[in-house]
């Protein structure tokens, strides 16, 4: 059974920072990209970025450039984000997930119906 959990989500101030990590079990996606999501109240949810297999490609919301970090340590099945200088319009349920259709490729996806598996998600508030 494949899990993907996501922790180190929590309440900061604006200006701070967080790590979520993402651990994958029930099976290796070490070929595979992964990517984190966010989803707001009210809002659909939205890609944040993502990192293809082996971290040789990374893409970023134009919201988020500059500030989140993605990277990954395939060894720990785990995928990590990175949030520097955080604001309030950060705030959202924040998703992992992973894709099995990209094997050994280039490319990251960002459109969330790429991607096959997901967490249960990890709550990020940033207070101002």
């Known amino acids: 059974q494949v899990q993907l959990v996501e922790s180190g989500g929590g309440l900061v101030q604006a200006g701070g920072s967080l790590r979520l990590s993402c651990a994958a079990s029930g099976r290796p996606f070490s070929s595979h990209a992964m990517g984190w999501f966010r989803q707001a109240p009210g809002k659909e949810r939205e890609f944040v970025s993502a990192?293809?297999?082996?971290?040789?490609?990374?893409v970023y919301a134009d919201s988020v450039k500059g500030r989140f970090t993605i990277s990954r340590d395939n060894a720990k099945n785990t995928v990590y984000l990175q949030m520097n200088s955080l604001k309030p319009e950060d705030t959202a349920v924040y998703y992992c997930?992973?894709?099995?259709?990209?094997?050994?490729?280039?490319?990251?996806?960002?459109?969330?119906?790429?991607?096959?598996?997901w967490g249960q998600g990890t709550q990020v508030t940033v207070s101002s």
């Open positions: 997930a992973a894709e099995l259709r990209y094997n050994g490729a280039y490319y990251a996806p960002s459109d969330l119906y790429e991607y096959d598996y």
């Open positions: 990192i293809n297999w082996n971290g040789g490609s990374t």
